[in-house]
Structures are given as C-alpha cells and as structure tokens.
C-alpha cells in the first residue's frame, strides 16, 4: 500500500479527472498523513527511511522507505515483540516517545524511550535490514528523560544526546554523554549542551556533522501553537555551541498558515549532495481555535545552506496525490502494519478463523475493551465493517482519540445504537433494531466537512461524524456529531483519531473492513 498525501492545499500541478490535485506544495500537504508524529530519517544510498512515534499503541514505530522523499511505504514496525515494548501503565500519549533512526556500520540503529514503563533508561536497538527483525533493546541505564539522539563521529565515538529529566546525577535539561553502543553503557557522566533560545520544552535534540560543524537541531516552544525549530553550532560534537543569530529558524506560531504547530525536525543529507528536513506539522479547522484531529502527520521540507547556517525551504518539494483507501477480508494473516491495539497486543485478542478475524473480549461492556484499530487518515472518509457477533456479545465500532473520548456504533441481540464518550459523560445518541436473518451487518462511520462551519450558533467543529448501519441493502443513520469532541484541542495528548473494533460479552467475527478516503478540505 502506498502512503501519500491526499490533500488539495496549496495546488501547484494539474488537475486529474476526477477534481483530485495531482501536486500540493509540501508547505501544506503531508507526506504522511494521519497520526505519525515525531519523523527521523536516515539515508542509505538512494534509498531513505523513516519512522515516528507511535506512543501506547503496539505493534510500535512504524517504519517507511522512500526514494523520492514525497512517496512513502510502509516497511513494518520497529517494534513487534513485547520483549522490546513492555505494556507498562498503557496510558494515553503513554509508551513510545521521540526517537532517532540511523545508520552506522552497515546497521540501522534506533534509541527510543518507552513512557509507559518509564525510569529504566532509553532503549537501544539494532537491525541488519530497516525492516526487520529488530534485536531486543538494551537498555541505556542512567538517562531518564525522553527524545534520544545517537550519532558517531569520524573516530567512531558515539554521542547520545537528550533531555534530561533529573535530578541527580542524571542533569536536567539539553544533555550529552559518550555511548557504548553494544552494551548500553554511558562512558561519561551526562553533561549539558546548549540550552535552546529561552522557550518552552527545549526537546527532541538532533546532532549533525556537515561543512566541518557540528550542528545541533532542538524542538523548542512545545508541541502546540508555538513549536519552533532552533539551531546551534560547534567544532566539536561535544560543544560549546553558538546559537543562530535568528532563531527560531522556523515556526508558523502567529501565522494563518494551514499548517500549524510545526517543530521536532530531523536533517537529511541526499543523494544529490543537498539537503532536506522531515518535520511534524498539525492541520486544524473549523471555528477558533482550530481543532486538529487526525493527529501530528510528517512533512518535508527543504533545506539550504546559508552563510553556515540551515534555512527551511518549505516549498521545494512537491507532494503527489495518493488514495489511502483499502479492504481487508482477513483472508490471510492479520496486515499487522496496518492495524494496532492501545495498550496491549492484537494476538492477545483476535485470532484468524475462516470467515475473517475472530475478536474476544471482556465479560462487562466497557470503554476499555481491546481495540483492533487503525490510523485514520484522511479529513473525509468513511468506515465500514461486516460483523457477525456470538449470542450475548456486543461488538463496536469506534472512533477514538483515548479511552475518555471516542464516538461509536455498537451491535448486540437484535439492536443497534449509537453511543458517545466524552470526558465523564457518557450518551446513547440513537438506537433501532436489526434482523438477525435479514443478511450480513455493517457498522458504518464516516467523517464530512462539518455544515456552516465557522457560523454563528451553527457546527463550528472541523467535521460531522455520522454513526450509522447498512443491512439488506437499506442504510440508516443514528447520530450525526460535532467532531471537536474527537480533537486533541478537547482530548488532550499526543495522538490522532483511529477507528477500530472491539467485543464484550463474548466474541465477534470481523468479515471485512472498508476505508474509503475522499478528497480532504482545508
């Protein structure tokens, strides 16, 4: 499956046939959309790779490969055994944080750091292949913080880089300690480095040696309406190092931009001997203050070189229009770099059966069942399933942004109903009867542009979600709701909407599921 930009923002290339853009100027469409935070890239000949975060969900990391930079695959994920991503506390914007992917001596290598089992230090991987298999992780005692960085030097000594959380021996703040990378042993006690410019959460550190500098790359201001990019340099990979005279050197705080809440960049060099940036960037609509809800999604820029310094070149690459659609019938193994599971793991719950997935769950109908979901990706779009639910269970299909904030349409003996959860509140929305005997049943949602958006004492949310059912060819709708509720302007965190299923009360046959994305709206 090819994952693009489906956007119609800042159209720089001709129409298709059917309306759709063919380019969007990389400014304003992702390169991947939905929820893939965080980016950090490396090059391997012509070839890159990418992965993000992925915090409390599990399989984690994915991971992408490109050879043009605009169009990314997906390869797999970093992380697929629990052995290298304990469960922890599974909490919200929990699990898996910033990281660094790079390669060095003919191995790719990924620092990472776990938040839901956190105290033990980051976590250190390695691989032959960008796809797998992973090693297990050794564990980097010592450095409690988040957002690693690993590089190596012309003499092969390797720096780990990252906010420290102490106190302690473990300094707080922008720190740097020489690494043994086999073992996971700091050589050096963790020393600070440049501090950033005096904004908030100076974070997500990235250290790079080019034209005899060493250039030191900091996430500042936080990853809200005043993300930032500052940028420092030295002689020496160890420091001092001397700020930008004009920093931040990006940020679209205060602007109209349609991208906001831009930051956390990770630098490539490539193949033609330029260089470019990957960044994470939000997309908010409808009324004030703008409600993003697919996530923080990876973009890319340009990079020039002025006077020593990086400059963002944000229009230089232009992003091809894609079709995130699919359709699984569960025929064969579980995709499983499509779906994922908050908090625990697929195979503890769902199992292949003939007619497609089987899905079992707790005894009690709860907000907190196990979760076969997916990356939502697109700003309209709809999602069908076929289920076949055992007598006395309760099968759902959810739209979520965490357990205290989802959206969705359940299917138990013989009824239907639309339900939502939004912080304490909890609200059946709409309810009606199916037939058992009537044919198969589909649970549908879908997202649309929210109607009169933007008017007084109309829907002033990003988009309508609609909760609805289709069997025997008729197709009813229970509810249709405002979207803001699933935004992460009201939820919270650090993740984007996905839509899944779950069981109570029994066990459930998933036949098949549909996403059908459609031209997104800025």
Same mark, same amino acid.
């Given at each position: 499956?090819?994952?693009?930009?489906?956007?119609?923002?800042?159209?720089?290339?001709?129409?298709?046939?059917?309306?759709? /853009?063919?380019?969007?100027?990389?400014?304003?469409?992702?390169?991947?959309?939905?929820?893939?935070?965080? /980016?950090?890239?490396?090059?391997?000949?012509?070839?890159?790779? @990418?992965?993000?975060?992925?915090?409390?969900?599990?399989?984690?990391?994915?991971?992408?490969?490109?050879?043009?930079?605009?169009?990314?695959?997906?390869?797999?994920?970093?992380?697929?055994?629990?052995?290298?991503?304990?469960?922890?506390?599974? $909490?919200?914007?929990?699990?898996?944080?910033?990281?660094?992917? $790079?390669?060095? =001596? =003919?191995?790719?290598?990924?620092?990472?750091?776990?938040?839901?089992?956190?105290?033990?230090g980051h976590l250190l991987m390695h691989a032959e292949s960008a796809a797998g298999p992973w090693s297990?992780?050794?564990?980097?005692?010592?450095?409690?913080?988040?957002?690693?960085?690993?590089?190596?030097?012309?003499?092969?000594?390797?720096?780990?880089?990252?906010?420290?959380?102490?106190?302690?021996?473990?300094?707080?703040?922008?720190?740097?300690?020489?690494?043994? /990378?086999?073992?996971? *042993?700091?050589?050096?006690?963790?020393?600070?480095?440049?501090?950033?410019?005096? @904004?908030?959460?100076?974070?997500?550190?990235?250290?790079?040696?080019?034209?005899?500098?060493?250039?030191?790359?900091?996430?500042?201001?936080?990853?809200?309406?005043?993300?930032?990019?500052?940028?420092? $340099?030295?002689? &020496?990979?160890?420091?001092?190092?001397?700020?930008?005279?004009?920093?931040?050197?990006?940020?679209?705080?205060?602007?109209?931009?349609?991208?906001?809440?831009?930051?956390?960049?990770?630098?490539?060099?490539?193949?033609?001997?330029?260089?470019?940036?990957?960044?994470?960037?939000?997309?908010?609509?409808?009324?004030?203050?703008?409600?993003?809800?697919?996530?923080?999604?990876?973009?890319?820029?340009g990079i020039v070189w002025e006077q020593g310094w990086p400059r963002f070149d944000e229009d230089r690459?232009?992003?091809?229009?894609?079709?995130?659609? +699919?359709?699984?019938?569960?025929?064969?193994?579980?995709?499983?770099?499509?779906?994922?599971?908050?908090?625990?793991?697929?195979?503890? +719950?769902?199992?292949?059966?003939?007619?497609?997935?089987?899905?079992?769950?707790?005894?009690?109908?709860?907000?907190?069942?196990?979760?076969?979901?997916?990356?939502?990706?697109?700003?309209?779009?709809?999602?069908?399933?076929?289920?076949?639910?055992?007598?006395?269970?309760?099968?759902? @299909?959810?739209?979520?942004?965490?357990?205290?904030?989802?959206?969705?349409?359940?299917?138990?003996?013989?009824?239907?109903?639309?339900?939502?959860?939004?912080?304490?509140?909890?609200?059946?929305?709409?309810?009606?009867?199916?037939?058992?005997?009537?044919?198969? @049943?589909?649970?549908?949602?879908?997202? =649309?542009?929210? /109607?009169? &958006?933007?008017?007084?004492?109309?829907?002033?949310?990003?988009?309508?979600?609609?909760?609805?059912?289709?069997?025997?060819? *008729?197709?009813?709708?229970?509810?249709?709701?405002?979207?803001?509720?699933?935004?992460?302007?009201?939820?919270?965190?650090?993740?984007?909407?996905?839509?899944?299923?779950?069981?109570?009360?029994?066990?459930?046959?998933?036949?098949?599921?549909?996403?059908?994305?459609?031209?997104?709206?800025?």
């Open positions: 499956m090819r994952y693009s930009a489906t956007d119609g923002a800042a159209v720089v290339g001709s129409e298709v046939g059917t309306g759709q /853009p063919r380019t969007s100027s990389g400014a304003a469409a992702p390169v991947i959309p939905g929820f893939f935070p965080d /980016p950090t890239i490396c090059r391997v000949g012509g070839d890159y790779f @990418l992965a993000t975060s992925s915090f409390e969900y599990f399989p984690g990391a994915p991971i992408f490969h490109s050879r043009d930079l605009v169009t990314w695959d997906q390869i797999g994920n970093i992380l697929t055994r629990r052995s290298q991503f304990a469960a922890g506390d599974g $909490r919200a914007s929990g699990g898996i944080f910033g990281s660094t992917l $790079r390669h060095h =001596n =003919n191995k790719f290598w990924f620092v990472t750091t776990n938040m839901s089992d956190f105290g033990g297990d992780p050794v564990q980097i005692t010592g450095t409690l913080g988040i957002d690693p960085d690993i590089t190596w030097d012309n003499a092969d000594n390797c720096y780990l880089t990252w906010v420290g959380f102490g106190p302690g021996e473990n300094e707080s703040g922008i720190v740097q300690a020489l690494l043994d /990378p086999q073992t996971g *042993r700091l050589l050096e006690r963790p020393r600070k480095l440049w501090q950033g410019t005096g @904004l908030a959460y100076p974070e997500g550190p990235h250290l790079y040696e080019a034209g005899g500098w060493w250039y030191l790359v900091l996430a500042e201001g936080g990853t809200e309406r005043g993300h930032a990019v500052s940028v420092s $340099r030295s002689k &020496a990979a160890g420091g001092p190092f001397e700020p930008h005279p004009d920093n931040p050197v990006f940020s679209h705080r205060s602007t109209a931009a349609t991208v906001q809440n831009v930051g956390h960049a990770d630098l490539v060099e490539t193949v033609d001997g330029a260089w470019a940036a990957v960044y994470l960037g939000v997309r908010p609509r409808g009324s004030v203050p703008g409600y993003h809800v697919l996530g923080r999604e990876t973009f890319v820029s690459y232009q992003v091809p229009a894609g079709d995130t659609s +699919f359709s699984d019938d569960f025929s064969g193994d579980l995709p499983h770099m499509r779906w994922i599971a908050p908090g625990t793991d697929l195979a503890s +719950f769902t199992a292949k059966r003939a007619a497609g997935v089987h899905i079992t769950g707790g005894g009690t109908v709860t907000a907190t069942s196990p979760l076969m979901a997916t990356r939502v990706r697109d700003f309209e779009w709809s999602g069908r399933a076929t289920v076949h639910p055992s007598p006395g269970a309760v099968v759902r @299909l959810v739209l979520r942004v965490d357990d205290s904030h989802w959206f969705a349409v359940e299917a138990g003996w013989r009824r239907v109903r639309a339900v939502a959860r939004i912080g304490p509140l909890h609200q059946e929305m709409g309810i009606a009867e199916w037939d058992p005997s009537a044919g198969p @049943l589909q649970l549908e949602i879908s997202c =649309n542009d929210a /109607p009169c &958006a933007g008017q007084p004492g109309k829907n002033t949310g990003p988009d309508e979600v609609s909760l609805g059912f289709r069997q025997g060819g *008729r197709s009813s709708t229970l509810a249709r709701l405002d979207g803001r509720y699933l935004s992460s302007e009201v939820a919270g965190g650090f993740t984007g909407r996905v839509i899944g299923l779950s069981v109570t009360g029994g066990s459930a046959v998933i036949e098949q599921f549909d996403y059908t994305a459609r031209r997104s709206m800025l």
